[in-house]
C-alpha cells in the first residue's frame, strides 16, 4: 500500500510540476 501512495504522490507532483510548465509558458508567450 506504501508503494501504490508513493507512486501515486509521484504523479500527482509531475502533474502540478507539468501544469506550473505550461502555465509560466502560456505566460510567458503573452
Request: no cysteine.
Amino acid at each position: 500500500m506504501k508503494r501504490y501512495t508513493r507512486h501515486l504522490v509521484t504523479a500527482v507532483l509531475f502533474a502540478a510540476l507539468y501544469l506550473g510548465y505550461r502555465t509560466s509558458a502560456l505566460a510567458l508567450g503573452k
